[in-house]
């Protein structure tokens, strides 16, 4: 049979899922941040340089008038060029009527960046150079009457800009998510170490001994949890005390109760060695002549008489006695003769056969207790068992375990109540004839044991089996015979 932890997604660590979550919020929180923070210092930048150029621009119009106006070249070209003096002006040049009149670009300047914009277009536009990038400015001369200046302004300042804004801005994401990492690490440390301390406590918690106590000295959430662990534990623990004395309770009923069945039986078995016991004496005090041979052989069957007596009554003192579990290697037929051994007088009263085919299979059990468990099967076994029926004993196999089979020939159990039998004083029986307790009290009995209680419904009948820990030379030597699992 599969288990569950093998069907179990690998587990992850408490302060691995914080920081996956820390990270993934400060990746998430710097991107945002980054965007945001490069589109408005992109914006600024530009402005600011849009503002540059075009004070340039206006600078260099205003002194162009008069050069424009009596065509002085030199002029113009001497405006061109201081105007490119400045930081960030790329280039300058006069355009009147599609013709430059003067430039700051050594050479000709390029057509495609004449042909850019149109004679009546003002608004700044963007012209990439390679990887460089310009925003191009229109400031007319005399109204636009005497041509315009155009300036271009470089923008590599904003890409720069912008580059060092993120690489701050990384950097801080970093350490940021370096520290993140760092205190989800304390943190879930300092909550994964308190719960995985009550998981343990949980897995090892035995109910037979003393409840366990979690210590802690924190007054957070999880000192409230540990506080109310520990209070759980000592509620298991009582809870467990008072089903363990509610079962020894039923028992106790359940052996009482078996017990003036049995008393029966037990009377016809003390009835008659009393009987010969009697008859002996009489023969002794009436006859004061009786021979010595004659006379030691009354002696001795009165005292095999008591000693039958004694033995009778012993087994009736174990049966009701309580007694602690006494694990040993037993023979599994010894186990069935101490079981059945109360039982038999009453059975052959009622001419009903028990047949015993178990072999030598050896279990590790008390042999009382189980005899016990036995003998309320038996006891349910002859009580559906008609006068002159058979009730059949056998042992059958499992890995590791051996069975003990009771096999009757009742009318077997309604499916209807099935579910029902093993419940505390449910019966059948007629009031006053049974206490519910005998399959409860043997299933607690073998459970003890580590062992099953199985009931089988064939047809005709109830099988039902004690199933017990195989003793390691019965495992091995399998030599039983009877029927297998």
Request: hydrophobic content about 45%; proline content about 4%; glycine content about 8%.
């Amino acid at each position: 049979m599969t288990s569950l932890s093998e069907h179990r997604s690998p587990r992850i660590r408490l302060w691995i899922k914080l920081a996956i979550f820390g990270a993934v919020g400060v990746v998430v929180t710097h991107a945002a941040h980054l965007t945001i923070s490069n589109r408005i210092a992109g914006r600024a930048l530009t402005r600011s340089q849009e503002a540059l150029g075009r004070n340039v621009a206006r600078l260099v119009a205003n002194e162009a008038a008069d050069a424009v106006l009596v065509d002085d070249l030199f002029s113009l070209r001497a405006l061109t060029k201081s105007a490119v003096s400045g930081q960030g002006v790329a280039y300058c040049f006069v355009v009147r009527d599609g013709r430059v009149l003067a430039s700051s670009l050594n050479g000709t300047t390029p057509h495609a960046l004449i042909d850019a914009r149109r004679a009546d277009d003002a608004a700044p536009f963007v012209v990439v150079s390679g990887r460089t990038r310009y925003l191009d400015l229109v400031e007319p001369v005399l109204n636009g009457s005497a041509g315009v200046v155009r300036v271009g302004v470089d923008l590599s300042v904003v890409e720069s800009t912008r580059r060092q804004v993120s690489l701050l801005l990384g950097t801080l994401a970093l350490v940021v998510i370096l520290a993140g990492l760092i205190a989800a690490f304390v943190v879930g440390r300092s909550i994964a170490r308190p719960i995985a301390k009550l998981v343990s406590v949980a897995d090892h918690f035995d109910p037979s001994g003393d409840a366990p106590v979690v210590e802690s000295r924190s007054r957070d959430e999880i000192g409230e949890l540990t506080e109310r662990f520990n209070r759980m534990m000592v509620r298991l623990k009582a809870a467990y005390t008072e089903q363990a004395r509610a079962r020894e309770k039923e028992g106790d009923t359940e052996r009482m109760a078996a017990l003036g069945t049995l008393v029966a039986g037990v009377a016809h078995e003390v009835n008659n060695p009393l009987a010969g016991m009697k008859n002996c004496l009489r023969r002794l005090q009436r006859d004061d002549l009786v021979p010595s041979p004659k006379r030691q052989e009354y002696l001795e069957l009165m005292e095999e008489g008591l000693e039958r007596i004694e033995d009778v009554m012993q087994h009736l003192l174990d049966f009701a006695r309580p007694r602690a579990l006494r694990l040993n290697e037993i023979m599994v037929k010894d186990v069935i003769r101490e079981g059945s051994s109360l039982l038999r007088p009453i059975l052959a009263r009622r001419h009903i056969e028990l047949r015993d085919d178990t072999g030598d299979a050896r279990v590790i059990a008390d042999c009382k207790q189980v005899a016990q468990a036995l003998l309320n099967i038996l006891l349910n076994a002859s009580y559906v068992t008609q006068e002159g029926g058979e009730i059949r004993i056998r042992i059958r196999q499992r890995p590791g375990l051996w069975g003990i089979a009771v096999e009757d020939d009742g009318p077997g159990v309604p499916p209807d109540i099935r579910d029902r039998i093993f419940d505390p004083f449910f019966t059948t029986k007629p009031e006053g004839e049974g206490t519910g307790l005998g399959l409860s009290v043997t299933r607690s009995i073998v459970e003890a044991h580590g062992g099953e209680l199985a009931l089988e419904f064939p047809g005709s009948g109830t099988v039902a089996t004690i199933w017990l820990r195989a003793a390691s030379s019965a495992a091995s030597a399998a030599t039983a015979t009877g029927t297998q699992a």
